[in-house]
């Protein structure tokens, strides 16, 4: 008896349309998640971008910029015209680019009628003044401020406004109407209760061809660096060059 053979049957493999349906879904699923964090990192990245450069422009509308000339005025700190110096210096100050306004509350106030200059009690000013020469630096020197034409009657340099900052190397004695009379001017004895001073007794005076620089330093924004040299004769009042 013969027996037969068995008839091989067909062996199909393959996925069903479900699978391939989840399949495809789970790629667009991470292509979507994938897309998404890029374009996140992306707008992330414009957006700190953007604040450093708002950041940047409003450290530029905050700075100070210098209107006009630097005026220095001469002083007698002694009996003979060998001790004249340069005992104040003044410049004219506006916002640049029409920037945010600027704290200029003055540590120091002036009437000329006593010592100038006098200090103020309690002041809380931001603006920093310092002064440097080939001899001496000065971290916190006197200033004080006069605001000219049109103002707000307060401290804040506003959009428009000018403000006067004188100042004070050398201190104005009591009674002198004169500082180029004998003795009319003098040396600080020491630092404040501000903690500043102008040229202390063992500092040098600024005298003929000496050059220095001040340094305006506001709360916020750039400093103001103004560079002069004494002319090579001192008069009474000088526009340094």
Known sequence: MKMSKPVAQNCQRGITGLETAIILIAFVVVASVFSFTVLSTGMFASERSKETVYAGLE??????????????????AGTTSADDAIFKISFVVGNAVSGEPMDLTPPYSYDDSSTDPDIVALAEYKTVISYQDKNQYLSDVPWTIKFLGLSASDNLLEQGEKAEITVWLLQRLNGVS??????????????????????????TLINVNDQFTLEVKPESGSTLAIQRTAPSKLDTIMDLK
């Open 59 to 76: 450290e530029t509308k905050s700075s100070l910029e210098p209107r006009g000339s630097v005026i220095a005025f001469k002083g007698r």
């Open 178 to 203: 004169d500082p180029t009379a004998s003795n009319g001017v003098q040396k600080y004895a020491s630092v404040d209760s501000n903690g500043s001073s102008g040229i202390l007794t063992a500092g």
